[in-house]
């Protein structure tokens, strides 16, 4: 089901999509407290009718990406569960992506993907989970009625703290990384393992 989606999907228009993005996770400065209107909230839930397992809401949710024909998603639910495996793309508007997709638990359906590696493009994307607009029915709280999820916009908006906690994450991340290359690095016997190796 994965690979049908990165086929379907319209190419990248790289220029447009990487302006696109910037603007929506640039500025991270502004200060204005975000009024939350719940009545303009809505409930993501899997679109599979035997199914309907609640995998985010709206307030979660800060744009989409349109080439994707995702929602760009800050949290999910943990309905939500992300595949430990790395895929790659080798085709499609993901060419040369390497991402973990997330699957419904009720049904173990494909519903989207995180990004981990990417063209210089979609690197604003990187870290963050994309929701597949096809996957989803909104449960709209105001008129109580669910709406496809493709045929609704998804306003971008300002990330503020939470992008700022995404890049603390990362850096996280990176020292574990680097400790533990220190560490290999530092195991006795591995210099000798590598002359031979050489030797071979």
């Known amino acids: 089901m994965a690979k049908s989606f990165l086929n379907d999907c319209d ?3 790289s220029s447009t999509e990487s ?9 991270m400065e502004d200060t204005m407290e975000h ?21 985010g809401d709206s307030l979660g949710a800060c744009g989409e990406a349109k080439s994707l024909k995702s929602i760009i998603c800050l949290k999910i639910s943990k309905a ?14 993901l060419k040369l992506c390497t991402y973990m997709a997330l699957e419904c638990s009720g049904c173990r ?9 990417t063209p210089h493009h979609l690197s604003n994307l990187r870290g963050l989970f994309l929701l597949l607009k096809e996957a989803i029915n909104c449960y709209m709280l105001k008129t109580c009625i669910i709406v496809k999820a493709s045929r609704l916009c998804f306003e971008h908006r300002l990330l503020g703290k939470s992008i700022d906690e995404i890049e603390q994450d990362l850096e996280g991340q990176l020292k574990q990384v680097n400790l533990l290359k220190d560490t290999w ?3 006795p016997g591995k210099s000798s393992l590598l002359s031979s190796t050489i030797s071979d």
Do not use: W
């Not at 302006?19 to 500025?27: A, G, H, V, W």
């Open 19 to 27: 302006s696109m993005i910037s603007t929506q996770l640039k500025d």
């Open 11 to 13: 190419p990248c228009d």
């Open 109 to 117: 359906r494909f519903v989207g993907f995180v990004l981990h590696s």
């Open 35 to 55: 009024n939350v209107e719940y009545e303009k909230c809505s409930v993501f839930h899997c679109a599979q009718s035997k199914c309907n397992m609640v995998l």
């Open 80 to 93: 939500v569960k992300v595949r430990g495996k790395l895929e790659m793309s080798k085709e499609g508007p």
């Open 185 to 187: 690095v530092d195991k």
